[in-house]
């Protein structure tokens, strides 16, 4: 790292915490040196230092004049072992997760709040039930039951000999197939249920630091003392906790917490979603099992009827029955509250919740045993009953996500700030797109399955064609050629903006540099550069335009689908032989694209999984989709910054308690948005002592204008007043990092430092002899700049404390055997 410009004013100890952003870094790499020690951490997220300044607390006169670097390497959280790349599959949940953070700021409106909680929950679960349903798709329609029942499919396939209906084998019977297909979609949610259990204990069961008082005032009071304020739980608060028999009502909003001044990231309970996670865990596992349960009664159930069986058919409708009535308690237990946020919930639900998936498991095996029992005279034909699950899920889809653009523009009130994203329309845009992206993988999978099965006919088109997937799926298929046409429009005016902006930028690029002797060449490659950064701003008209072009394509195919009941190849026979056409060719398109898309989608999570620079690219995906925690769906990946935002917390308040010295947390690209939702969860009388520093920084630019509610201009300002002192830096080249937009206030100077200069030089000169590159998003720290601006920072830190006598016990250092030497 580059040493600060002069030594600190005010003197003394001075700790620059680093912390990386997406894609990862390496601790030599941040410390610019090849040997480093880990600190504290472990292999997962660590601090480190280098082997020279492992003892800095010991001999605080040798940094006098520059501060102790120190790196928080937290890459391993998104991007560490194999397993990381089966993430991919979760894409949906991701991005649906998302939708609940992005609402509009609103006080007073807590019914409106909730209301908006509740429903991105319900799309959520949507979202769970139709993975299983296209489980069960592939699995009891597709290959059990029609591939299995017929001869000409079934002979083709060795391994699907012992359930051919021709051999009369015991298997043959279409509910002995059906019931032993069942395993692979139950085998599916229990996967989930076992990954989302797995990462509810390394993450969400992780308790935050806490400790000082939910009531006291967020403006922090002259410091004249070390800071007294551990981040340990205390008794007070854990009797507290133990004392309150249930957990506050739903904080789906800042609305209901009783401290408005204090933003929504800095209350205790923001980073510890234990018990949310566990119910809706509960919740969505039970609708798995329950979705199996009722494919397969719903099978049975048509037949028994059919054969006049009165047992059979009592206990198909009692099954239906307790399918429909614990599908009911699931609905009340998705609704029933959201997160609680102004303290640590550390209560669990009741057995009632907790047995809700064992009961829902009990009953999917007696639907298992009953659509399994002898049945000679069944003969499978036709598709699968119950393909109208496919329409009612989708129609149920569109319907949720206009309520929710509905609550979202009650929300957002005239006179909001007018960069938030598609006027408060994010959050619906965004459940648009994960509805969309759950729709692309299960049709995909189930269009792939069935091409397969069916050789080289095209399913459901006859002549050849035996196996048939649901109308409806091949209906969405088809609109997909049509929709990336209606994109080629906006996708051609962005380009043609774009290559405009780049013109006109070229005598602004010149004049910023001064320079007499202009390069038409260098001058446009500088402006293109900018121009091209700029598309990032336009982003949300994009999203809009894409998710609106969904719904409407959405709604359409499901009324194809029910008004011709045929696939859109047949559906047009008899039309004009250019609409016949047009059609067939849209469906073919269609069919192979989105096989194509999950082949592609497969594909690339396997070579994640065996490629760890693969990985780390994906891993920059889920750094933006996993910062939040999952309040919304719990088979989202999980929320790396419930544990990153602790680890800082603890280690500022550490450093500060122990030695009294003066902090400086420098964040770059996601790092910032970790350093300041770190600094929030700071005791006042800490957040005294640091400044923070933010360079390539998108917490205003993505996250103020995506996430209103929580990073808006009104957080900002707050941070701004709280923390002792703020400075970001950016380039108009970066397309990710952005002015924050914080003015000044009173004697605190506005947060935006002037526009850096990317490249460094425009031409060559003695200092610079070669074309220096256009860094964009990366090396900030290689602008003098930095190191400058840092030094400000400390020189308006106050002076470094007293350090208190058993300081040295607890020094970072001392870690025995955790700490390690690489390099």
């Known amino acids: 790292m580059p040493p600060a410009s002069r030594a600190p004013q005010s003197g003394g100890a001075a700790l620059e915490l680093l912390v990386h952003g997406v894609g990862g870094a390496t601790p030599q790499d941040m410390l610019d040196d090849p040997r480093t020690v880990r600190i504290t951490g472990d292999t997962t997220a660590a601090m480190h230092r280098r082997v020279a300044d492992a003892g800095a607390e010991d001999h605080p006169e040798r940094y006098a004049e520059r501060p102790v670097p120190e790196a928080y390497v937290w890459s391993n959280l998104t991007s560490g072992n194999g397993a990381r790349a089966l993430w991919l599959l979760l894409l949906p949940f991701m991005v649906v997760n998302l939708a609940h953070w992005m609402r509009p700021p609103a006080k007073g409106h807590p019914r409106l709040l909730r209301l908006y909680g509740t429903l991105v929950r319900l799309v959520a679960l949507t979202l769970t039930v139709l993975l299983t349903a296209a489980a069960c798709e592939v699995a009891l329609d597709l290959t059990a039951w029609q591939c299995a029942g017929s001869a000409a499919c079934a002979d083709d396939r060795a391994w699907l000999g012992f359930l051919s209906a021709e051999r009369g084998g015991w298997w043959s019977q279409p509910g002995r197939r059906l019931a032993l297909a069942a395993v692979v979609p139950a085998a599916l949610v229990g996967l989930l249920w076992y ?34 304020t551990a981040p340990t739980r205390d008794a007070s608060a854990a009797r507290a906790d133990h004392a309150a028999p249930h957990a506050p009502a739903d904080h789906d909003g800042p609305g209901r917490d009783r401290t408005e001044a204090r933003p929504a990231l800095g209350r205790p309970g923001f980073w510890y979603g234990r018990r949310l996670v566990a119910r809706l865990r509960a919740a969505h596992t039970a609708a798995g099992f329950l979705t199996v349960a009722a494919a397969l009664t719903g099978a049975a159930v048509r037949h028994d009827r059919e054969a006049s069986s009165v047992l059979l058919d009592a206990l198909a409708r009692s099954l239906q029955t307790a399918c429909l009535v614990l599908g009911a308690v699931v609905v009340w237990v998705v609704c029933r509250r959201g997160r609680s946020e102004k303290r640590l919930d550390l209560q669990l639900e009741r057995a009632f919740v907790s047995w809700l998936p ?8 007696l639907a298992v045993l009953h659509t399994g029992w002898s049945r000679p005279g069944w003969r499978s034909t036709g598709t699968l009953p119950g393909n109208a699950t496919f329409g009612v899920l989708t129609v149920t889809q569109g319907v949720l996500v206009v309520a929710l653009g509905v609550v979202a523009l009650l929300l957002h009130r005239p006179g909001h700030d007018t960069r938030t994203a598609l006027h408060g329309l994010g959050g619906p845009a965004v459940a648009m797109l994960a509805c969309a992206l759950g729709g692309v993988m299960s049709g995909g999978v189930a269009q792939r399955m069935a091409d397969w099965l069916d050789g080289p006919a095209t399913p459901g088109m006859g002549a050849g064609s035996t196996i048939a997937p649901p109308v409806l799926l091949s209906w969405q298929a088809s609109v997909i050629p049509v929709l990336l046409v209606l994109l080629l429009g906006p996708a051609v005016l962005l380009a043609a903006r774009t290559a405009r902006a780049a013109r006109r930028l070229g005598p602004a690029v010149e004049s910023d540099y001064g320079t007499g002797d202009p390069d038409p060449v260098r001058t446009g490659r500088i402006a293109a550069a900018r121009a091209t950064a700029s598309l990032t701003d336009a982003a949300p008209a994009l999203v809009g335009a894409v998710s609106g072009a969904t719904l409407l394509l959405g709604a359409g195919s499901v009324a194809g689908a ?7 190849g047949r559906a ?12 067939e060719t849209a469906q073919a398109l269609g069919s192979w694209m989105i096989g194509f898309g999950f082949l592609l989608f497969v594909t690339w999570g396997r070579r994640a999984y065996k490629d760890a620079s693969a990985r780390r690219t994906i891993g920059i995906l889920w750094d ?15 929320c790396y910054a419930e544990r990153a935002v602790p680890d800082l917390t603890w280690r500022m308040s550490s450093w500060t308690r122990h030695t009294g010295g003066r902090l400086v947390i420098s964040g770059h690209s996601q790092g910032s948005v970790l350093a300041a939702a770190a600094v929030w969860q700071l005791p006042p009388a800490t957040r005294g002592r640091v400044a923070l520093m933010t360079y390539g920084s998108p917490l205003e630019r993505l996250y103020g204008r995506w996430f209103p509610a929580y990073f808006g201009p009104g957080p900002l300002r707050a941070l701004h007043r709280t923390v002792h002192c703020w400075s970001n830096l950016y380039r108009l080249t970066d397309p990710i990092g952005g002015p924050v937009r914080v003015p ?14 990317d490249p460094l030089v425009y031409g060559r000169t003695p200092q610079h002899p070669l074309p220096e590159p256009i860094l964009g998003h990366s090396d900030y720290q290689a602008d003098p700049a930095f190191a400058a601006e840092r030094s400000v920072l400390l020189d308006r830190l106050p002076p470094t404390l007293p350090r208190p006598r058993d300081a040295g016990a607890d020094r970072p250092t001392d870690q025995g055997s955790s700490g390690r030497s690489s390099g």
Not at 746 to 754: H, L, M, S
């Open 624 to 638: 933006v989709g996993t910062f939040w925690p999952r309040a919304a769906h719990p088979f989202a990946p999980p």
């Open 195 to 228: 990954l989302s259990n797995r990462t509810w204990s390394a993450y969400e069961a992780q308790r935050p630091p806490t400790g000082y008082d939910e009531n006291a005032p967020d403006d922090p009071a002259p410091t004249t003392r070390p800071d007294a």
């Open 744 to 757: 000044a206030d009173g004697d605190r100077p506005a947060v935006d430092r002037d526009a850096l200069l």
């Open 572 to 583: 047009f026979d008899g039309a004009h032989p250019a609409i016949a056409s047009a059609a």
């Open 562 to 568: 029910w008004a011709s009941g045929n696939v859109p």
């Open 358 to 365: 064992a009961t829902s498991l009990v009953v999917l095996a």
